[in-house]
């Protein structure tokens, strides 16, 4: 939140944060502006405003009100001793704007809160009995002149803050302030977005508008922004295809897709493995055996004893080992094969 205001020909810029506020000097310096003070309200800060060389601040509850040149403490405008005024304190009012009013060579304050606005002298007692009550609950409150704008979600009512009555209800929905005194209002009721001037036709210009520059002629700041506007360009480096083919992992060599269930199915990779290492797993070469050869039916057909030869009977093959030294095989053939693996 900001707001300024000038002081003997000095600018003065405040700035408001969560729980406190930093006043700055605007000067014709090197570094054009200078830090004055820090203030600290009492309770979070919801809206601030300059009058003459005093500070106001709408905090949860209360407003107060800040020297900007000197110091001191904060004078608040909701008097303790004031019974008639306890409500405020007593229910959690959220402070949204405040209107400085001269009557009749003496000060008056209309605090405005998020229900209702009431009067009060510089010392912060009730001034009127009378109260300003909002048909609806404001999103933003501004001020110009004699005029109050109180702005909901779907109206903009107008009041008069020095008789404290109602002046006219406009239907614009969701209005938005964009300044101090309300005369320019952001709508966004509709598809796109609205910039509302309001003026008051008895006593400004009827004929007043609102010049807005045309976008699309660029100004002499664009210009010049364009016209110096760096020609440094990115550049993205991309490995080479030598490189990415070094660290690429081959596909499978041994294996064939069978079959493919859709766009998300995995597919079933199969083992191919030729008929002689299935039935010969001492390896290449070796002789296979007639009993494990698989017919036309898958079935293995049942053959002579290894260690026998075809169109010889047992007893000549027991004499022909005996003879050559070698040993007979009578074991189970895929017993065998199991323990040779």
Not at 46 to 65: E, K, Q
Not at 211 to 240: C, I
């Amino acid at each position: 939140m900001f707001a300024w205001g000038s002081i003997n020909q000095i600018t003065y810029l405040c700035v408001a944060l969560k729980r406190k506020i930093i006043v700055f000097e605007l000067n014709n310096t090197k570094h054009r502006y200078k830090k004055l003070k820090e203030l600290a309200p009492p309770k979070e800060i919801h809206w601030i405003g300059v009058y003459g060389d005093r500070l106001c601040v709408g905090y949860l509850s209360g407003f107060g009100l800040f020297s900007i040149l000197g110091e001191g403490q904060m004078l608040k405008l909701i008097h303790s001793d004031d019974l008639s005024l306890g409500f405020v304190v007593l229910n959690p009012l959220v402070g949204l704007c405040c209107v400085e009013l001269e009557q009749k060579g003496s000060k008056e304050y209309l605090l405005c809160f998020d229900m209702l606005g009431v009067y009060v002298d510089s010392q912060g007692r009730r001034a009127r009995r009378q109260e300003l009550m909002w048909p609806s609950s404001p999103n933003c409150i501004a001020h110009s002149g004699r005029h109050l704008f109180i702005c909901s979600e779907s109206t903009v009512d107008v009041f008069d803050v020095y008789s404290a009555t109602w002046i006219q209800t406009m239907q614009i929905k969701k209005a938005k302030t964009l300044c101090r005194d309300g005369s320019l209002m952001l709508w966004t009721g509709g598809d796109t977005p609205k910039l509302l001037f309001i003026k008051d036709r008895k006593t400004e210009d009827i004929d007043a508008e609102l010049v807005v520059p045309d976008g699309a002629a660029p100004s002499r700041k664009v210009k010049y922004l364009e016209k110096n506007k760096s020609k440094r360009r990115f550049s993205f480096k991309q490995p080479s295809a030598a490189a990415t083919t070094k660290t690429d992992i081959s596909g499978p060599i041994n294996f064939s897709h069978i079959k493919h269930y859709g766009p998300d199915a995995v597919p079933t990779l199969v083992a191919r493995t030729s008929e002689e290492e299935i039935f010969n797993p001492k390896g290449p070469g070796y002789p296979v055996s007639a009993s494990r050869r698989p017919t036309a039916s898958g079935r293995k057909v049942r053959g002579p004893n290894p260690g026998t030869r075809p169109g010889v009977e047992p007893d000549d093959n027991l004499a022909m080992a005996r003879r050559t030294g070698s040993a007979l095989l009578t074991e189970n053939p895929l017993q065998q094969v199991v323990e040779d693996n």
